[in-house]
């Protein structure tokens, strides 16, 4: 069975930085690009960014383009994300999600979810 | 990118059809034969709907069904059932190599 399991989500002050987990088993992890999307409360879909199944490719959305990082370590079936200079504006439910096809191209479309991890930005 | 247009509610009765529209530009939903449709039962995580306008993946439903003209796709449920009732959202690759996804609707089954 796939799996997706997010961690690290905390309530940190505007301006800090937090690095999420997130943990995959049930396939052959190397063989899939991965992306992180979030949702804001009670708002819709934002996607994040997508780390390539070797980690030598990263895209970014606009908003978060140059504040956030994306990692893997496909000896630990392991994605990382670190958050730096974080706004209000981030606040949201993080998740990882499992693109479709192995390899390249990245599809861009997300066939398997984790269950998210809240981040919330407050002073 | 902006987001996608997508109607922020409709409703329909059991066994009745409906359609929800996904509205975008030629450098989204309109360059691309690349849209997706994510169902979302409330505190749940999305799941994959439609990809590349109206390939439904296995498991899902034939009720689900998906198409495009022009800048607008559409995701059509057949057949209303009480368990449709969620929220649904769109998406595009866009021109920038990336995707963007439309606001949302939600569905409420009479």
């Known amino acids: 069975e796939v799996q997706l399991v997010e961690s690290g989500g905390v309530v940190v002050q505007p301006g800090g930085s937090l690095r999420l987990s997130c943990v995959a088993s049930g396939f052959t992890f190397d063989d899939y690009n991965i992306h992180w999307i979030r949702q804001a409360p009670g708002k819709g879909l934002q996607w994040v960014s997508l780390i390539s199944w070797d980690g030598t490719s990263t895209y970014y959305g606009d908003s978060v383009q140059g504040r956030f990082t994306v990692s893997r370590d496909n000896s630990k079936n392991s994605l990382y994300l670190q958050m730096n200079s974080l706004s209000t504006e981030d606040t949201a439910l993080y998740y990882c999600a499992r693109d479709q096809g192995r390899w390249n191209p990245a599809t861009f479309n997300f066939d398997y979810w984790g269950q998210g991890t809240l981040v919330t930005v407050s002073s | 990118q902006s987001a996608l247009t997508q109607p922020a509610s409709v409703s329909g009765s059991p066994g009745q059809s409906i359609t929800i529209s996904c509205a975008g530009s030629?450098?989204?939903?309109?360059?691309?034969?690349?849209v997706s449709w994510y169902q979302q039962h409330p505190g749940k995580a999305p799941k994959l709907l439609i990809y590349?306008?109206?390939t439904r993946p296995s498991g899902v439903s034939h009720r689900f069904s998906g198409s495009k003209s022009g800048n607008t796709a559409s995701l059509t449920i057949s057949g209303l059932a009480a368990e449709d009732e969620a929220d649904y959202y769109c998406n595009s690759y866009t021109t920038s190599s990336t995707v963007v996804f439309g606001g949302g609707t939600r569905l409420t089954v009479l």
């Open positions: 030629s450098s989204d939903v309109g360059g691309y034969n690349f």
């Open positions: 590349d306008v109206f």
